[in-house]
C-alpha cells in the first residue's frame, strides 16, 4: 500500500518563502515520477511542478523561476521549494507520484496541504 505524506504548508506573507515535502512509502517498484499539483478554491486542480527520477523537470508557467522541484529517490521524497509567494499562489498543494509495474503506470496522491499567502 502506497502512501505520500506531505508536510510544510503553512501561513506566510507575499514575497515569503515555504518548503513543501512529501515522502512516499510503500512503493514496490520506486516512483519514475514525482511532482506537485495545486487546486485553488474554484478553481480546477493544477500542475505546479514534476521531476523525473533522473532528475528533468517541468513546472507551470506561473511558477518558473520562484519554484523549484527536487527529489531524493533513495528516501522516495520530493520537496517544493517556493520562493516570492503571492497570494495567487494560495491553494491546496498535493503531492502526486507515478508507479510502473506490468500493468502499466499507476498515480498516487497525498492528503494536501495548505498553503497560504495573505499579509
Known amino acids: 500500500q502506497v502512501q505520500l505524506v506531505e508536510s510544510g504548508g503553512g501561513l506566510v506573507q507575499p514575497g515569503g518563502s515555504l518548503r513543501l515535502s512529501c515522502v512516499g512509502a510503500?512503493?514496490?517498484?520506486?516512483?519514475?515520477?514525482m511532482g506537485w499539483y495545486r487546486e485553488a478554491p474554484g478553481k480546477g486542480r493544477e500542475l505546479v511542478a514534476e521531476?523525473?527520477?533522473?532528475?528533468?523537470?517541468n513546472y507551470a508557467d506561473s511558477v518558473k523561476g520562484r519554484f523549484t522541484i527536487s527529489r531524493d529517490n533513495a528516501e522516495n521524497t520530493v520537496f517544493l521549494q517556493m520562493n516570492s509567494l503571492t497570494p495567487e499562489d494560495t491553494a491546496v498543494y498535493y503531492c502526486?507520484?507515478?508507479?510502473?509495474?506490468?500493468?502499466?503506470?499507476?498515480?498516487?496522491w497525498g492528503q494536501g496541504t495548505q498553503v497560504t499567502v495573505s499579509s
Open positions: 502526486n507520484a507515478e508507479e510502473r509495474d506490468s500493468l502499466g503506470p499507476i498515480d498516487y
Open positions: 521531476i523525473t527520477r533522473g532528475g528533468a523537470t
Open positions: 510503500g512503493s514496490m517498484h520506486g516512483f519514475t515520477a
